[in-house]
């Protein structure tokens, strides 16, 4: 049996050339990525992404474009299973009305599953922002792509 585990994201760049990062606790662990996460059974790629979006950042977005997926082998850390990323560029429908923070993991609260919001600046991006293997990956695309390599 193949086990996959499909999870999409949101590459959110605003008008000063940052893009959105979200820093998390939960299940003991503290990691930092793009907005998203899990498809649900019987739910489309750009259907998941909106819900992701709405449930961890209350915001109403419109997916522009597909950016990257996964084309390298990464077994799941949470599942047994093999991963496949799928990213695309987001832009807002509404004003953002997120808490943001200047540092990684400045949670308000102690109870899990905790989250922090922060901009990074594409010129500051660095693969030390994020800490899984397919994020990194697309922080060197988007550093490449923006003449940042």
């Given at each position: 049996?193949?086990?996959?585990?499909?999870?999409?994201?949101?590459?959110?760049?605003?008008?000063?050339?940052?893009?959105?990062?979200?820093?998390?606790?939960?299940?003991?662990?503290?990691?930092?990525?793009?907005?998203?996460?899990?498809?649900?059974?019987?739910?489309?790629?750009?259907?998941?992404?909106?819900?992701?979006?709405?449930?961890?950042?209350?915001?109403?977005?419109?997916?522009?474009?597909?950016?990257?997926?996964?084309?390298?082998?990464?077994?799941?850390?949470?599942?047994?299973?093999?991963?496949?990323?799928?990213?695309?560029?987001v832009?807002?429908?509404?004003?953002?009305?997120?808490?943001?923070?200047?540092?990684?993991?400045?949670?308000?609260?102690?109870?899990?599953?905790?989250?922090?919001?922060?901009?990074?600046?594409?010129?500051?991006?660095?693969?030390?922002?994020?800490?899984?293997?397919?994020?990194k990956h697309?922080?060197?695309?988007?550093?490449?792509?923006?003449?940042?390599?």
């Open positions: 049996m193949n086990n996959f585990s499909v999870r999409v994201y949101g590459l959110l760049i605003n008008e000063q050339n940052e893009v959105l990062i979200s820093d998390e606790k939960e299940y003991g662990m503290r990691f930092s990525k793009f907005p998203g996460g899990g498809l649900e059974f019987g739910e489309g790629l750009i259907a998941g992404l909106q819900r992701e979006f709405i449930e961890e950042c209350n915001l109403k977005i419109e997916v522009l474009q597909h950016y990257y997926t996964t084309d390298f082998f990464v077994k799941s850390l949470f599942h047994d299973a093999q991963l496949i990323s799928v990213y695309y560029t832009k807002n429908l509404e004003p953002i009305n997120l808490t943001i923070k200047q540092k990684a993991f400045d949670f308000d609260g102690d109870v899990e599953p905790l989250q922090a919001f922060r901009w990074v600046s594409l010129n500051d991006l660095t693969e030390h922002d994020v800490t899984f293997p397919v994020d697309v922080v060197k695309l988007l550093r490449q792509q923006h003449g940042l390599s």
